[in-house]
């Protein structure tokens, strides 16, 4: 079975309540494959500079301008070009892109084809996550009824426009969710970050130009060419257009998928969508977008949910993850959840997150079991600090981000543990 069927819904999400809308037939009926028709009548150029001009940004988490990405792709290329679809959705708490490719995979193929229209891309390859085993199933039926239809394969529409979509597994490996790693991965290579530059639009999937874009980001792109710039820019904020979709997890009392509006106040998605804490219960904090991204006190929680608001507050919007925590939570137990998992998932390649990955784990545990001391908490900090910004890829300041976020609202726990030599919070979850 798939995910319920997202408690608030938008034009991303609209039709997913119907079950006929993951198949070609229910996708068509409700005008599925129409904006890629009305691409197909454009100039390739003039898709890229309507879908930059919607300002649609990557939902995958650097939040970057999607039309700028395609705008890199070099025009007159004597080499194959490639799109590649990360569907690699491992960073904890996120789990939208799941329903994505689930209920709407058309949408997602749709969206493919019309960036590479605008391209130039002969072929795409999709890397799903290793687990997703039926979002994986249903891109694959999704991709052999788009052959028979003729929206795949050589005459795409009856135009002069050829594509083909090739789908791969991972193997559950959190650091090919990061674009060069997935490549490396996509290769059959050990999944790796690569220095950069050159970089994916010049030597990208088996050394050809690439665009690499995320499910939800290719998921708007029907929606922008069917409606147009000023319709997206009706959604969100000015800096941050048109809708996302919210994964919702922890101690509430309505888990679950929201598409709402970037720029939805967090308070309002913990306390009146997904129904504020359980019964007895205060929020104490909120990581706003997946694991990996700083956490948010309750006092916090009054930010609009776009970057250009959560940079003020020293966090950032990251995949759209909300995962809520209550007042029975211990916050060093929660950041021995997040070193170690940090710690298992480096690939070991720069020695700052290689080592430090493992010194914070260590730590932490430390100070969690009551035997650490307030030189600990200071040389926590230090580490995350000299692992910040200074390697291949972004993984260290991922895993550096939430245990400064944790240090500086929640520094309190770390200091109880310390003086009182054991957890002072009876009823947090269990290691």
């Not at 791969?168 to 990061?178: D, L, N, Q, V």
């Not at 493992?358 to 730590?363: F, L, M, S, T």
């Amino acid at each position: 079975m798939g995910l319920e069927v997202p408690h608030v819904t938008g034009y991303l999400t609209q039709h997913f309540a119907d079950d006929a809308y993951a198949g070609i037939d229910g996708y068509v009926g409700a005008g599925g494959y129409g904006a890629l028709r009305r691409a197909l009548d454009m100039a390739p150029g003039d898709v890229t500079e309507l879908v930059k001009g919607a300002g649609l940004q990557g939902r995958g988490g650097a939040g970057f301008s999607t039309g700028t990405k395609w705008s890199f792709m070099p025009e007159n290329s004597e080499k194959p070009k490639y799109l590649v679809c990360n569907a690699d959705e491992s960073e904890p708490g996120s789990f939208k892109d799941r329903i994505l490719m689930e209920r709407g995979p058309h949408q997602v193929l749709e969206g493919i084809l019309i960036a590479a229209w605008a391209t130039g891309a002969e072929k795409t390859f999709i890397y799903v996550r290793g687990e997703y085993a039926l979002p994986a199933a249903r891109l694959e039926r999704a991709i052999a009824e788009a052959h028979e239809r003729e929206f795949l394969g050589e005459r795409i529409c009856g135009k002069d426009f050829a594509h083909d979509v090739v789908l791969m597994r991972g193997a559950g490996a959190y650091i090919c969710g990061e674009e060069t790693g997935l490549l490396e991965s996509l290769e059959g290579k050990k999944g790796q970050p690569r220095k950069k530059p050159p970089f994916p639009a010049q030597f990208g999937a088996f050394g050809m130009p690439t665009t690499v874009n995320n499910v939800e980001t290719f998921s708007h792109v029907p929606h922008i060419v069917a409606n147009g710039v000023e319709w997206f820019r009706g959604f969100g904020t000015e800096k941050s257009p048109g809708n996302t979709v919210f994964g919702v997890s922890g101690q509430v009392r309505r888990p679950g998928l929201f598409e709402l509006p970037l720029g939805t106040p967090l308070d309002e998605i913990v306390f009146e969508h997904a129904g504020g804490p359980l019964e007895g219960r205060q929020v104490k904090g909120v990581i706003p977008g997946g694991m990996s991204m700083p956490i948010l006190p309750a006092n916090l929680l009054d930010v609009p949910m776009a970057n250009e608001f959560l940079r003020e507050r020293k966090t950032m919007l990251g995949t759209g993850g909300v995962v809520v925590m209550d007042d029975r939570t211990c916050m060093v137990r929660a950041s021995c959840v997040i070193a170690y998992f940090f710690r298992d998932e480096s690939c070991g390649q720069c020695t700052q997150c290689r080592e430090g990955t493992g010194w914070i784990h260590k730590i932490v545990e430390r100070i969690e079991r009551g035997a650490g001391s307030s030189e600990d908490i200071e040389i926590l900090q230090d580490i995350t600090e000299k692992m910040e910004g200074q390697t291949i890829c972004a993984f260290a300041d991922a895993a550096a981000w939430p245990i400064q976020g944790m240090l500086r609202h929640f520094r309190d726990d770390f200091v109880e543990h310390v003086n009182r030599g054991k957890c002072p919070f009876p009823e947090s979850f269990e290691l």
